[in-house]
């Protein structure tokens, strides 16, 4: 069974730095897995998604985020650069077994609970 568990998301001031952690079990490792985030009354946006060969960031994240994974075992990672007060929300992790790298929130069928990041400016 599949479970997605977010922490590291806090309050920070714009130009900040943050590290987000999910802490992944029953994951295979040739699992997509994701960050998507949604701030309240927005759809769910695709920030970086990875699989074991590649990655895939969001437009306005690119050059700034950082998504890796150390092995079958270690976290998902999110490292946050050069924070904006348009990067705060709610930040999911979630995973599925892919073919592709997809940063639909469609395309994934696992999601954790959420863990909030606030960039105050």
């Known amino acids: 069974q599949v479970q997605l568990v977010e922490s590291g998301g806090g309050s920070v001031q714009a130009g900040g730095s943050l590290r987000l952690f999910c802490a992944a079990s029953g994951v295979p490792y040739n699992y997509c897995m994701a960050w998507f985030l949604q701030d309240p009354g927005k759809e769910r946006e695709g920030v970086a998604a990875?699989?074991?060969?590649?990655?895939r960031y969001g437009d306005s994240v690119k050059g700034r985020f950082t998504i890796s994974k150390d092995n079958a075992k270690s976290p998902l990672y999110l490292q946050m650069n050069s924070l904006k007060p348009e990067d705060s929300g709610m930040y999911y992790c979630?995973?599925?077994?892919?073919?592709?790298?997809?940063?639909?929130?469609?395309?994934?069928?696992?999601w954790g609970q959420g863990t909030q990041v606030t960039v105050s400016s």
């Open positions: 979630a995973a599925v077994f892919c073919d592709w790298v997809s940063l639909s929130p469609n395309d994934y069928d696992h």
């Open positions: 990875r699989s074991g060969y590649s990655t």
